[in-house]
C-alpha cells in the first residue's frame, strides 16, 4: 500500500492543560528542524494529533528520525481517506493485504472523533473487519493478541486508516522545560546526561574545555561528532570550545596536587556558568555519577559547587557504569566515547586526588593567583560550533562574547 501520511501520536504532551498548545507547536519545530533537508513535505497539527503529508518523500527516512524526536509517543504511515465507510472499507483492505498469509492474524481498532459519522466505533470494527474477513484467504481474526492491529481514525476532516506503530522516545520537546550549558568532556558519561536531560525538554548547548598541545584536533573531532549525534535528538546545537591550556598549566603550578582536580573543576563550572548566562541558560548539566571518581563524591560536588548559585543537573547521580554505557550504545556515542584521545579532564591527573575536599582550603589555595582575568580570557576566545541534525559540514565562527 502506498501512504501518504504520517500520524503522529503525542505523548506527555496529551497531559498538559492550558500550556499544551505551546507544547504542540514546539514539537512541531522540532519535527521541522530534523526533517529540514526533507524536500515537499508538509506538517499540520491539531490538538491531539499531527500529520506529515510526505508527497512521495522517502518515508524511510522520516521514520528513522521521527524515532529520535523527543515528545512523540508513537507514530504510523497511514492513509488518508474521505470519511465515506466504503472507501474506509477499501483502504483498510488494501493496507492489509501484504499481510494475507497463513497464520497471520488481524483486529480492527477504530476510533472516532467526528461524532457525526454514521457508524459507532463498535459498529466500524466489525463493519470493516468482516469486509476484510470477506475479501482475505488465509487471514483470522484474534481481538486479543493479533499479529496485524488495523487501526482506522474517524476525524473531522478525513480518516486515517493505519496497520503499524512505530514506537517514539516519548518525553518533552525539546526547548519546552527551557535551556542549560551541558559540560560535554568527550567520556562516556557527559552525552548521556545530555540525552537524558533533553528527553525531559530541556535545550542544551555544549561546553568543552580544550587543552592543546596537550589534547588533540582529534580530540575537538571527537566532540564535535558526540555533538552531532545529539542532534539527532533535540535539533541544532551550539558547541562552545574553550581554551583553557593557559588555566589548567596555572592550577597544576598554584595548587597542591590533591586538589587540582578540585580547583580544575571549579574552574571549569566558573566558565561554563558566564557561556550559560551569555546564551540565556537557566542550569549547568554535568555527566557526574555519584562515586564514579574522586571529583564526584558529595564533599567534592559541595566544593565545586560553590562556584555557582544556579542549578547544577546531575542527571546519572545514581546510576552506575553499566547502565551508562547500555544507554550510550543505544544513542551512538558508545563508539565514538571510547575513541583514544584524551581530554582536559584526563590530563594532569593527581596521583592521589582529594576524595574529601574542604571548601575552605580550595578557596584559600586559589586566593594567591588571579584567575578571574584568565577566565574572561578563556570566555573571549572560545569558539563556537553551529552543528546541525544530519549535516555533513558545521558552522565554526568566533565567540562574540
Known sequence: MKYDHILIRYGEISTKGQNRKKFVSRLRKNIKSVLYDVPGIEIVHTRDRMYIQLHDADEKIIIERLRKVFGIQSFSLAQKVENDIE???????????????????????????FKDFPYDTNGLNQTIGAHLLRNTKKLTVDVRNPDVNVKVEVRNEATYIMSGDYEGLGGLPVGTS?????????????????????KRGVEIEAVHFFSPPF???????????????????????????????????????????????????????????????????????????????????????????DVTSIPVLRPLIATDKTEIISVSKKINTYDISIRPYEDCCTIFTPVAPKTRPKLEKVQRYEEFVDFDELIEKAVNETETILIQPNDSSNSIEESLF
Do not use: C, W
Open 215 to 305: 589534547t588533540s584536533e582529534r580530540a575537538k573531532e571527537k566532540v564535535v561528532d558526540l555533538t552531532k549525534e545529539l542532534t539527532k535528538y533535540g535539533g541544532s546545537i551550539k558547541l562552545h570550545i574553550v581554551p583553557f591550556t593557559e588555566i589548567q598549566q596555572l592550577v597544576h603550578k598554584q595548587v597542591p596536587e590533591n586538589y587540582t582536580m578540585t580547583s580544575t573543576r571549579r574552574m571549569m563550572l566558573k566558565i561554563a556558568d558566564k557561556i550559560r548566562e551569555q546564551n540565556g541558560g537557566l542550569a549547568i548539566v554535568t555527566g557526574e555519577s555519584l562515586g564514579q571518581v574522586a571529583s564526584q563524591t558529595l564533599d567534592s560536588m559541595v566544593a565545586i559547587n
Open 178 to 198: 527551557g535551556k542549560a550549558a551541558l559540560m560535554l568532556s568527550g567520556g562516556l558519561d557527559s552525552p548521556v546526561a545530555g540525552y537524558l536531560t533533553m
Open 87 to 113: 472507501k474506509i472499507k477499501e483502504a483498510a483492505l488494501e493496507a492489509l493485504k501484504e499481510y494475507d498469509k497463513e497464520g497471520v492474524t488481524f483486529k480492527v481498532s477504530s476510533r472516532r472523533s
